[in-house]
């Protein structure tokens, strides 16, 4: 594989990590006005999959990558079992709502960014994606380090509650399952061979996990009394859509580790633009979050490095 390919995959990755960051952003304001955070993020995951609804079954491409689909299933080239990878991501947006209040911003990225780097060492080494077996070398083992020394430093000065730390085992399981996804929606998308039809697996069985999340969460506490009217804190799917989508291109060509490393990184310097130019309330940049960034982005090019023989 060229070089000029695998830049290719570690830039649309990047970027996928920086709407990543976006979303975040958006999701969050929006969980604060409905004080809800599954709310949030089934509005986010419904949003994106209505948009995919719209563009997929609706066009010949789609509906060919779909009969593929259905046909390998069919013939037992690929399982359904990989093909609910977006569950792992609605389990992820669910932790958040369980956990980040008592652990803090912080120790909750920490938590699953670390988790996912090893979950992504082993998913290459044990051959799980369709990039095949990867073996573990040492720049590969220090790349995933030093990205989980990038977001503690980047985080640092955000440490909630010691206490709550047991609690980090939540987000943890997450970013292992992160890992996972990564792995198996490449392998959709191998097998439907569109990106967009892989997309839509993701999405649909995303929400489905949330709209069960969510029916118990308004069983118990209600519908939010309030909804905010600009149009901008909807826009999550649109970002959601961009942020899978390129992980699943990306991932055939990179891995699941590289691909991981550049959406941390890309994830990162999309935070730090965002608070640059729309800060949040009370909240100001500060140096350990530049620090981090840049330790961020050496961390894949140390992981990317060819092993020397």
């Known amino acids: 594989m060229s070089d000029g390919v695998r830049l290719f995959g570690a830039l649309i990755a990047f970027v996928g990590g920086a709407f990543l960051a976006v979303q975040g952003r958006l999701n969050g304001e929006l969980g604060h006005v409905f004080g809800d955070g599954f709310l949030a993020a089934l509005v986010s995951f419904g949003g994106g999959l209505a948009l995919l609804l719209l563009g997929v079954p609706t066009t010949a491409s789609g509906r060919a990558g779909l009969a593929r689909l259905r046909a390998s299933l069919r013939a037992g080239r690929i399982r359904w079992w990989q093909c609910i990878g977006g569950?792992?991501?609605?389990?992820?947006?669910?932790?958040?709502?369980?956990?980040?209040?008592?652990?803090?911003?912080?120790?909750?990225?920490?938590?699953g960014v670390g988790a996912q780097a090893v979950s992504s060492l082993l998913v290459d080494r044990a051959g799980l994606g369709p990039a095949g077996r990867v073996t573990l070398t040492v720049p590969r083992v220090a790349g995933a380090g030093l990205a989980v020394v990038?977001?503690?430093v980047a985080v640092s000065d955000e440490i909630g509650d010691p206490s709550a730390l047991w609690l980090a085992l939540l987000p943890a399981a997450a970013g292992i399952g992160l890992g996972w996804q990564?792995?198996?929606?490449?392998?959709?998308?191998?097998?439907?061979?569109?990106?967009?039809?892989?997309?839509?697996?993701?999405?649909?069985?995303?929400?489905?996990?949330?709209?069960?999340?969510?029916?118990?969460?308004?069983?118990?506490?209600?519908?939010?009394?309030?909804?905010?009217?600009?149009?901008?804190?909807?826009?999550?799917?649109?970002?959601?859509?961009?942020?899978?989508?390129t992980a699943v291109l990306a991932v055939r060509w990179l891995g699941v580790l590289l691909v991981g490393l550049c959406q941390v990184a890309g994830q990162l310097v999309g935070a730090l633009a965002v608070d640059v130019v729309a800060p949040a309330e009370g909240e100001q940049l500060s140096a350990v979050t530049v620090v981090g960034t840049a330790l961020a982005l050496l961390a894949v090019v140390v992981a990317a490095r060819p092993r020397r023989r």
Not at 89 to 110: D, P
Not at 196 to 218: E, H, I, K, Q, Y
């Open 150 to 152: 990038a977001v503690a």
């Open 87 to 111: 569950a792992c991501g609605a389990f992820f947006v669910s932790t958040q709502g369980l956990t980040v209040a008592a652990l803090g911003v912080a120790v909750f990225t920490v938590a």
């Open 182 to 245: 990564q792995a198996v929606n490449g392998l959709v998308r191998e097998a439907a061979q569109s990106t967009r039809v892989t997309t839509l697996v993701n999405f649909s069985t995303g929400t489905a996990v949330l709209l069960v999340v969510c029916a118990v969460d308004v069983a118990v506490r209600g519908l939010p009394s309030t909804a905010p009217a600009e149009p901008w804190f909807y826009a999550g799917g649109v970002l959601g859509i961009v942020t899978i989508g």
